[in-house]
Each structure stands twice: as C-alpha cells, then as structure tokens.
C-alpha cells in the first residue's frame, strides 16, 4: 500500500469540460506521477457522463460524483471528505497552477511556520493579451500592497489556495449554504478566531483563465454575494463593523448591477436564514481585530 500522501489535489467542476480537459491535463504533466499527491475531482455536474479518464495518467487518483450541483463549497466539501493528504490544494476548474515545482513550494512555506494553516496563492488574469493582477482576486483590502512579495493576511481568494488538513479538522467544513462567493472568507475568520495565520505566497502562483460556461448571469451572482457578505458580516464582526459592511455592500451591490441586483431579495433572502442560522454569532475578539488592522486590512470591506 502505497503511504498516506502528503498532498491532496481537489478540483470541483461545474461545465467546463473543455477547460477541465486542459486544467486536469496540465497537472498531469506536472505532478502526475507523484507518490505524494492524489487528485480528488468532484463532479458537480451530475449529468451521467464518465469522466473517470480525465484521471489516467496519476499515481493516485479519484473521482467524486456529486448527485446534485452542491456549489463552490458543497463541493470542495466532497472533495475534503474524500481527500487523504495532510495539505489540501484548491484550484479552480479553469485555473493553472505554476511552477513545475509548486507542491514543494508549499510544502517549504508551511513547514517553516507550523502555525500557517491557509496559503493564498497570487491569481493572475489575461487583460489586453498580457498576464495581470486583477484587486479583486488579491487577498488584502489595501490594493497597493505589493503583490511579489509575501505576507500575513486575513483572507484568502479560492481560485488558488492550500489549507492544512488539520484546520477543517478543528473548524469544520465550508459552510455548503454559500454555495458560491464568500465562502473563503467566514473559513478564514473562523481560522482566525482559533489561532491559524494565513500568508499570501507569490512565488506560487495560478493563471485563471475565467471561463464563462457553468457561471450564473451577473445579476443573480450580485444577488447571492450580497446574502453571503451579510451572513460573514453577523458571524464574525462586532456590532459596528457588521452594520456597517451590510449598509455599505448594500448600496454598492444596487449601484453596480445598475439596479438588476434585488437589494430587497437578498434582504429577506439573509432574514430568513438569520431565523435558522445554523452557527452562532461569535464575532472576532479585540485580538483577531487587531491582528487584520496589524495586517494593513479591514475585515468589513
């Protein structure tokens, strides 16, 4: 039997079997014959095609079958419970991890600093034919941090990341109702909260290609990211801070979808699962609060 390994892969897709082929295809070349590492790949797609051959060509591998579309959380929720590596690695289906070498790269930066449970890799996008940061997949709230150079955040973007199996074992899972959109960061907070540090790690890095298939249209997208702010916001900031970022993203959530996002919806949409929130409202204590300002950020933004 071949040891435990120390890496898990997961992939959660979601029709972009196009970008899947090429995603799945480009870590085959890299990592595909290491004894220490497995792909986990969750498919959420639940239409009856196989896709168990995307996974030939891998020491260790396996296929997860969702019987619905679980999201972005439900199913890298799939992809945890089946994982057996001590670090799991999160790609997007349509996102290319680099270097060759990048599992050795996290495993250097987590093993000279036992206490980081999350690393967020840079995310860079095609703009105008060349290859380019975009703010809103840099995990700070202060845009004018330099992004070639590591640090300790607060927060990370899931496109591209690593989470020590050891944290979901003592802060649970992604919590499955965001379905997409926030859901790294109430996992962030509440990593936070039990005293795990999060690092950005440039030197690792994705190039996210965005594909559009299997996205919601923009509007509904808006909709969803507006319940799913206020809900981190009742979980984990304090009373202000909290006000503040429901009133704030609120207005700028009508602003920006031109009025298509339902303000009101999303309102009533957050009431209902207030009523029967499945966790509690544990807001962050003065010293994880001090710990994100320490950091340059501002968790409400």
């Known amino acids: 039997m071949d040891p435990t390994p120390q890496f898990s892969t997961i992939v959660v897709t979601y029709r972009r079997d196009t970008v899947l082929a090429a995603t799945i295809g480009h870590l085959r070349r890299l990592i595909g ?71 050795d790269r996290i495993g250097a930066a987590l093993s000279n600093s036992p206490d980081t449970g999350i690393l967020a890799f840079k995310s860079l996008v095609r703009k105008h034919g060349t290859w380019g940061m975009d703010p809103c997949e840099f995990p700070h709230t202060d845009k004018s941090v330099n992004p070639d150079a590591p640090f300790e955040t607060f927060r990370f973007i899931g496109v591209g990341h690593a989470v020590r199996s050891a944290v979901f074992r003592e802060v649970g899972l992604y919590l499955p109702e965001f379905f997409y959109s926030m859901e790294e960061f109430d996992l962030s907070y509440r990593a936070l909260k039990r005293g795990w540090r999060i690092e950005y790690r440039p030197e690792i890095w994705v190039l996210h290609m965005r594909d559009k298939a299997g996205r919601d249209v923009p509007a509904a997208v808006a909709e969803r990211a507006l319940v799913n702010k206020m809900r981190v916001a009742w979980m984990h900031l304090p009373w202000r801070q909290m006000l503040i970022c429901m009133a704030a993203w609120s207005a700028r959530t009508a602003i920006r979808s031109g009025g298509r996002a339902n303000v009101l919806r999303a309102w009533a949409a957050f009431l209902r699962w207030r009523k029967n929130a499945p966790v509690p409202r544990l807001p962050m204590p003065p010293s994880v609060m001090a710990q994100i300002s320490a950091c340059g950020g501002q968790p409400w933004k």
């Open 33 to 103: 014959g290491r004894a220490d590492h497995e792909l986990v790949l969750v498919d959420n797609n639940a239409d009856g095609i196989d896709r168990e051959p995307l996974l030939q060509g891998f020491h260790r591998a396996r296929l997860v079958r969702a019987v619905e579309n679980t999201g972005v959380a439900g199913g890298r929720n799939l992809g945890i419970k089946a994982a057996s590596g001590e670090v799991l690695v999160f790609l997007d289906d349509d996102a290319f991890a680099y270097p060759p070498e990048f599992l």
